[in-house]
């Protein structure tokens, strides 16, 4: 290692591997009755003793051990071939950290990632600089300009910069939300700011409060809408807003999972209350959204229908499934932009609403929930969600359900159209791809809740 510079980085990574190895060692649990041990990654241990063994025999001895000397003399003397075990090299390192760990924001890196890219990087500077002299790098800089595979070794290692420059970028800035819930990096939103924010009983929200005297307990129920589906902090979401601008006195209680049918609701939150003993609540919410008729379509008027899906055991599923370069590429502009996705699903779901024979069906589960707040003495607030991207075309699909409740004793329509519409679309939606509402359209919920709760009152 005759380069000063090079040689205070391969040190320092070699103290990143053991430092972070150590960290990686097994940690046991003993409880009263068993005994867990956690065992560390198999590979760590020689990974540390070869780090450990070859840079001290390069800063503290002058052996220069043929086994380490010999191959890289031999590639230099082809330094096309060792451009390209180079790349190969990066690619095969990067790549499976990436595949094992799929890194991501929201997501800190373990003591094993870091040990591990120690490795790689500690690895890497030796192949560049181990026993390398100026005169070396000129002879084969000599030959590379010689070389008619030189541009295209550019041309390929430009190519591999971008597709990881675009795999980073993707990764830290871009985990969020689709519509369907169908790429990759709307997976990892879900593992990295969903499932955290989960209370005992499964839902994105906070503990109930306990019972006092005066406290006014509000349900909102619904689907992603209402769990926040896209919405990265819990407290941008309109439950969280609407707790805080009630204030003291209130406990607003999430019961809404992405997914959910309307049909399922009125259990839900029987379940809920019965968790956190007799509770049930002053004011139920029902958040509704056009969508909420779809469990009675058919398969054709499915929007999963309208994307064609790789096969995952295939190799290209298999890539597309893992790296968000390639995923983002099929999803979100092959499948968004293709004409098949260009389908009007809003059309299919306002056309359900007005077809007498399928709300003949859909009626009977909306009877059943307003039954529900009524015998357990609650006041129902109906909040009504257009389609952010169509309101005026929504409304007779919120029409019917507006006419179905407003003669309803103790109901009141929340009819989140008139707060909506005027304002940009994109303003509106989580992101470009995500018809849900953006934390600016959950604020306004929470506002249009906020007044009518306290007129309730």
Known sequence: MNSRFLKVIWVLLAVGVVVFGVLST????????EQTVIAPTLWIIPAVVIVVGVTALTLFTTIRPALLRLPLERLREHPNLYWFMLLVYLCLAVGWWVYKAQPTNGRGLTAVEFCYLCCCGWLLVWLLGYDMTTAKARAMGSKLGQSKLTGVLVTLTTILLLFWGAEAYLRVFYITTDGYGFTAMNYWWYENFYKKNLNSLGYRDYEPMPDEAGLTRVAVVGDSFTAGHGISNIDDTYPQVLERELGAGYDVNLIAQSGWDSIDFPAWIDAYYQNIAPRSPQIVVLSYYINDIDYLLTNEQDPNTAFDFLDLNSPAGWFVLNFFVPNYVYYNIAQFTSPVRNTNFTDRLIRAHQDDAIWAQHEPNLEAFYAWTEAHDAKLVVLLWP???????????????????????????????????????????????????????????????????????
Request: proline share 8%; no cysteine.
């Open 387 to 457: 389609q952010l991207a169509a309101i005026r075309e929504s409304q007779p699909a919120l029409e019917r359900v507006r006419t179905f409740f407003e003669n309803k004793p103790d109901v009141v329509i929340a009819d989140l159209s008139p707060a909506l519409e005027g304002k940009p679309t994109l303003e509106l939606l989580v992101n470009r791809f995500d018809s849900h509402p953006s934390v600016e359209a959950n604020r306004l919920a929470a506002d249009l809740l906020a007044g009518v709760i306290r007129e309730m009152q």
């Open 26 to 33: 097994p940690t046991i649990t003993v409880s009263e009755n």
